[in-house]
Every structure is written in C-alpha cells, then in structure tokens.
C-alpha cells in the first residue's frame, strides 16, 4: 500500500492507494491538529512529509500560500498512526521563513 498527501483547496490531505490488479484508493481524509482539520486558507497548502526533527516519525510540513510561511507539524504520535498538535513556522535565522508567490 502507497500513501499519498495531497494539498486540496488548502487542506492537507491523505489518501492511501493499493497497487494490485486493479488499483483502488481509499477516500481521504483531512488531516487534523489538536482535532481541528489543518486548513491554510488560501489553498496552495503543497503538503509534505518529512521526519524533520530525526527523531524516526514522520512530520508533516504545508505551504501557507497567504504570507508565503511554512508551517511545521510535529508528530507527537507514533510511526504508523502521526498525530498533530498544534504547529509552529519553519525559521532561518530567528525569523519566520516567507516566500513570495510566482
Ligand atoms: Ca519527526
């Protein structure tokens, strides 16, 4: 089974497909942080993951096209059910990072 996350209207999503003789995939689902769907508003949300901290669970990182921000996601779960509380922009610097569009 693959996983994939994909950015829709500025929800992080995740879906998982099966490769076999015909393929299917499951419905997605939004991702959520402290119970609350992850929303970034304005779409372009381009999530991804990433064990960010190295720490062997996988973190979820999303584009806030609004600002140009990035949020990171902690996972505070585990490997195989990532849970999300709360989330804080990625820095250089001090400074939060923020990219222009186009
Ligand atoms: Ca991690």
Redesign the pocket.
Same mark, same amino acid.
């Given at each position: 089974m693959k996983t994939i996350i994909a950015g829709i209207l500025g929800f992080a999503c995740l879906s998982s497909i099966t490769i076999a003789a015909a393929p299917t995939v499951d419905p997605a689902i939004t991702l959520q942080s402290d119970g609350s769907t992850i929303s970034v508003t304005t779409g372009h949300s381009t999530p991804e993951i990433v064990?960010?901290?190295?720490?062997? #669970? *996988?973190?979820l990182v999303v584009g806030q096209y609004s600002s140009g921000k990035i949020r990171l996601y #902690? *996972?505070t779960g585990t490997y195989d059910a990532p849970a999300f509380s709360g989330f804080s922009y990625i820095q250089s610097s001090g400074s939060d990072i923020a990219l222009s569009a186009g």
């Open positions: 064990d960010w901290n190295n720490d062997g #669970l *996988n973190d #902690l *996972n």
